[in-house]
Protein backbone atom coordinates (compact mmCIF):
# COMPACT_ATOMS: atom_id res chain seq x y z
CA UNK A 1 0.00 0.00 0.00
CA UNK A 2 2.88 2.47 0.82
CA UNK A 3 4.55 1.30 -2.36
CA UNK A 4 1.12 2.52 -4.34
CA UNK A 5 1.04 5.69 -1.95
CA UNK A 6 4.99 6.85 -2.88
CA UNK A 7 3.77 5.16 -6.88
CA UNK A 8 1.41 7.68 -7.20
CA UNK A 9 3.28 10.83 -5.26
CA UNK A 10 5.91 10.28 -7.36
CA UNK A 11 4.33 10.49 -10.74
CA UNK A 12 1.96 14.11 -9.63
CA UNK A 13 5.40 14.93 -8.75
CA UNK A 14 6.80 13.82 -12.37
CA UNK A 15 3.77 15.57 -14.18
CA UNK A 16 4.10 18.80 -12.28
CA UNK A 17 7.79 19.17 -13.23
CA UNK A 18 6.97 17.93 -16.87
CA UNK A 19 4.22 21.00 -17.05
CA UNK A 20 6.50 23.10 -14.80
CA UNK A 21 9.18 22.96 -17.78
CA UNK A 22 7.42 23.17 -20.43
CA UNK A 23 5.95 26.12 -19.22
CA UNK A 24 9.65 27.30 -18.69
CA UNK A 25 10.81 27.00 -21.65
CA UNK A 26 8.27 29.25 -23.36
CA UNK A 27 9.68 31.81 -21.20
CA UNK A 28 10.21 35.17 -22.86
CA UNK A 29 10.32 37.33 -19.99
CA UNK A 30 13.55 39.22 -20.69
CA UNK A 31 14.27 41.00 -23.80
CA UNK A 32 17.64 41.59 -23.34
CA UNK A 33 18.40 38.00 -23.36
CA UNK A 34 20.21 36.59 -26.40
CA UNK A 35 18.70 32.51 -26.49
CA UNK A 36 15.53 30.94 -25.64
CA UNK A 37 16.01 28.78 -22.01
CA UNK A 38 17.97 26.17 -21.65
CA UNK A 39 16.66 23.15 -19.27
CA UNK A 40 18.39 19.95 -18.03
CA UNK A 41 15.12 17.73 -18.58
CA UNK A 42 12.03 17.59 -15.75
CA UNK A 43 14.74 15.20 -14.28
CA UNK A 44 12.74 14.26 -10.48
CA UNK A 45 15.30 14.20 -7.91
CA UNK A 46 15.76 15.43 -4.43
CA UNK A 47 19.23 17.21 -5.38
CA UNK A 48 19.48 20.20 -7.49
CA UNK A 49 22.43 21.73 -9.12
CA UNK A 50 22.25 25.49 -9.46
CA UNK A 51 24.37 27.22 -12.77
CA UNK A 52 24.44 31.06 -13.02
CA UNK A 53 23.54 30.94 -16.68
CA UNK A 54 24.12 29.16 -19.82
CA UNK A 55 26.72 30.38 -22.28
CA UNK A 56 26.48 30.38 -25.96
CA UNK A 57 27.47 27.14 -26.49
CA UNK A 58 24.32 25.87 -24.62
CA UNK A 59 21.24 26.98 -26.32
CA UNK A 60 22.26 25.24 -29.69
CA UNK A 61 23.54 21.90 -27.59
CA UNK A 62 20.41 22.34 -25.37
CA UNK A 63 21.71 21.30 -22.30
CA UNK A 64 23.58 23.22 -19.49
CA UNK A 65 27.07 22.86 -18.52
CA UNK A 66 27.16 21.58 -22.15
CA UNK A 67 30.84 22.59 -22.96
CA UNK A 68 34.40 23.54 -20.75
CA UNK A 69 32.66 24.56 -17.41
CA UNK A 70 30.99 21.52 -17.54
CA UNK A 71 33.99 18.80 -18.58
CA UNK A 72 35.13 19.98 -14.91
CA UNK A 73 32.26 19.99 -13.31
CA UNK A 74 31.44 16.79 -14.29
CA UNK A 75 35.26 15.33 -13.85
CA UNK A 76 34.39 16.82 -10.23
CA UNK A 77 31.65 14.20 -9.79
CA UNK A 78 33.12 11.56 -11.48
CA UNK A 79 36.86 11.70 -9.53
CA UNK A 80 34.90 12.42 -5.85
CA UNK A 81 30.99 10.65 -6.35
CA UNK A 82 31.07 8.19 -8.51
CA UNK A 83 29.01 9.43 -10.53
CA UNK A 84 29.92 10.20 -14.87
CA UNK A 85 28.47 12.94 -16.37
CA UNK A 86 25.23 10.74 -18.05
CA UNK A 87 24.39 9.55 -14.27
CA UNK A 88 24.94 13.30 -12.90
CA UNK A 89 22.43 14.39 -15.92
CA UNK A 90 19.97 11.66 -15.38
CA UNK A 91 19.78 11.82 -11.55
CA UNK A 92 20.18 15.53 -10.66
CA UNK A 93 17.76 18.48 -11.80
CA UNK A 94 19.71 21.16 -13.36
CA UNK A 95 19.10 24.41 -12.85
CA UNK A 96 20.06 27.99 -13.02
CA UNK A 97 19.86 31.76 -11.33
CA UNK A 98 19.08 32.86 -15.35
CA UNK A 99 17.79 29.93 -17.68
CA UNK A 100 19.03 32.04 -20.80
CA UNK A 101 21.99 33.53 -22.44
CA UNK A 102 22.85 37.02 -21.28
CA UNK A 103 25.29 37.54 -24.21
CA UNK A 104 28.29 39.49 -23.92
CA UNK A 105 29.43 42.52 -22.47
CA UNK A 106 31.88 44.69 -24.37
CA UNK A 107 34.54 43.42 -23.07
CA UNK A 108 33.69 39.97 -24.69
CA UNK A 109 33.25 37.70 -21.26
CA UNK A 110 29.48 36.67 -20.21
CA UNK A 111 27.20 39.71 -19.20
CA UNK A 112 26.42 38.97 -15.90
CA UNK A 113 22.79 39.00 -15.52
CA UNK A 114 20.89 41.82 -14.02
CA UNK A 115 19.24 42.25 -10.76
CA UNK A 116 15.54 42.16 -12.64
CA UNK A 117 16.73 39.40 -14.79
CA UNK A 118 17.66 36.88 -11.75
CA UNK A 119 14.42 38.41 -10.43
CA UNK A 120 12.19 37.20 -13.55
CA UNK A 121 13.97 34.30 -13.08
CA UNK A 122 13.89 33.62 -9.53
CA UNK A 123 10.27 32.04 -9.20
CA UNK A 124 11.35 28.91 -11.65
CA UNK A 125 13.34 27.97 -9.09
CA UNK A 126 11.29 28.62 -6.23
CA UNK A 127 8.83 26.35 -7.96
CA UNK A 128 11.46 24.00 -8.57
CA UNK A 129 12.44 23.59 -4.91
CA UNK A 130 8.13 23.64 -4.07
CA UNK A 131 7.35 21.03 -6.50
CA UNK A 132 11.22 19.14 -5.81
CA UNK A 133 11.89 19.39 -2.04
CA UNK A 134 15.21 18.40 -2.26
CA UNK A 135 17.17 17.67 0.43
CA UNK A 136 20.42 19.20 -0.77
CA UNK A 137 21.07 22.26 -3.36
CA UNK A 138 24.97 22.59 -5.17
CA UNK A 139 24.80 26.23 -5.70
CA UNK A 140 27.87 26.69 -8.50
CA UNK A 141 29.70 29.53 -8.49
CA UNK A 142 29.35 33.10 -6.47
CA UNK A 143 26.40 34.28 -8.41
CA UNK A 144 24.08 31.36 -7.77
CA UNK A 145 25.37 30.64 -4.55
CA UNK A 146 24.46 34.67 -3.23
CA UNK A 147 21.16 33.52 -4.42
CA UNK A 148 20.91 31.41 -1.04
CA UNK A 149 24.03 32.62 1.23
CA UNK A 150 25.83 35.85 1.97
CA UNK A 151 28.92 35.46 -0.07
CA UNK A 152 31.61 37.82 -0.11
CA UNK A 153 34.35 35.86 -0.23
CA UNK A 154 34.41 31.93 -1.55
CA UNK A 155 36.66 31.23 1.12
CA UNK A 156 34.16 31.68 3.60
CA UNK A 157 31.48 29.31 1.91
CA UNK A 158 33.61 26.12 -0.36
CA UNK A 159 34.07 23.71 1.54
CA UNK A 160 31.29 24.01 4.31
CA UNK A 161 27.58 22.98 4.56
CA UNK A 162 24.45 25.21 5.25
CA UNK A 163 20.86 24.60 6.20
CA UNK A 164 18.57 27.34 3.92
CA UNK A 165 15.00 27.66 3.90
CA UNK A 166 13.46 28.74 0.34
CA UNK A 167 10.26 28.23 -1.02
CA UNK A 168 8.92 27.68 2.20
CA UNK A 169 11.24 24.07 2.42
CA UNK A 170 14.52 23.67 4.25
CA UNK A 171 17.29 22.33 2.64
CA UNK A 172 21.04 21.81 2.95
CA UNK A 173 23.09 23.91 0.64
CA UNK A 174 27.00 22.81 -0.52
CA UNK A 175 28.48 25.96 -2.39
CA UNK A 176 31.17 25.09 -5.29
CA UNK A 177 33.10 27.39 -7.41
CA UNK A 178 32.42 27.61 -10.83
CA UNK A 179 34.47 25.36 -13.12
CA UNK A 180 34.97 27.34 -15.62
CA UNK A 181 38.71 28.28 -16.83
CA UNK A 182 38.12 31.97 -16.58
CA UNK A 183 39.17 32.03 -12.43
CA UNK A 184 41.77 29.92 -11.19
CA UNK A 185 40.86 30.29 -7.64
CA UNK A 186 39.86 26.34 -7.41
CA UNK A 187 43.13 25.66 -9.25
CA UNK A 188 45.25 27.16 -6.32
CA UNK A 189 45.66 27.73 -2.15
CA UNK A 190 43.73 27.83 -0.64
CA UNK A 191 40.58 27.36 -3.40
CA UNK A 192 41.68 23.79 -4.60
CA UNK A 193 42.02 22.44 -0.60
CA UNK A 194 38.29 24.19 -0.15
CA UNK A 195 36.96 22.59 -3.23
CA UNK A 196 38.39 19.35 -2.65
CA UNK A 197 36.40 19.71 1.32
CA UNK A 198 33.82 20.49 -0.76
CA UNK A 199 33.20 17.95 -3.04
CA UNK A 200 33.50 15.28 -0.20
CA UNK A 201 30.94 16.81 1.42
CA UNK A 202 28.47 15.86 -1.37
CA UNK A 203 30.33 12.67 -2.00
CA UNK A 204 28.89 11.92 1.69
CA UNK A 205 25.66 13.29 1.39
CA UNK A 206 23.22 10.73 1.78
CA UNK A 207 21.17 11.80 -1.18
CA UNK A 208 24.20 11.91 -3.20
CA UNK A 209 26.01 8.69 -1.84
CA UNK A 210 22.55 6.91 -3.01
CA UNK A 211 22.27 7.87 -6.20
CA UNK A 212 25.84 6.93 -6.83
CA UNK A 213 25.33 3.53 -5.10
CA UNK A 214 22.69 2.46 -7.55
CA UNK A 215 24.59 3.08 -10.34
CA UNK A 216 27.06 0.59 -9.17
S1 LIG B 1 16.16 34.44 -18.02
FE1 LIG B 1 14.52 33.30 -16.98
S2 LIG B 1 12.85 34.78 -16.65
FE2 LIG B 1 14.24 35.63 -18.20
S3 LIG B 1 13.37 34.98 -20.18
FE3 LIG B 1 14.91 33.45 -19.59
S4 LIG B 1 13.74 31.87 -18.50
FE4 LIG B 1 12.46 33.69 -18.58
Redesign the pocket.
Given at each position: MRTAHRAVATTTIQTQLDQHVTA?LG????PR?KST?VSGGAIVSDVMIIGQ?PGPREPVLQRPFAHTAGKTLFRWFEEFCGMNEATVRSKIYFAAV???FPGKNSGGTDRV?TPD?IR??SS?MDDEIEILRPSLVIPVGRLAIMQFIDCAKLEKVIGRKFRVERARHRFEVIPLPHPSGASPWHKISPGKELLRRALKLIARHSAVAAKAASES
Amino acid sequence: MRTAHRAVATTTIQTQLDQHVTALLGCRRCPRMKSTPVSGGAIVSDVMIIGQAPGPREPVLQRPFAHTAGKTLFRWFEEFCGMNEATVRSKIYFAAVCRCFPGKNSGGTDRVPTPDEIRNCSSWMDDEIEILRPSLVIPVGRLAIMQFIDCAKLEKVIGRKFRVERARHRFEVIPLPHPSGASPWHKISPGKELLRRALKLIARHSAVAAKAASES
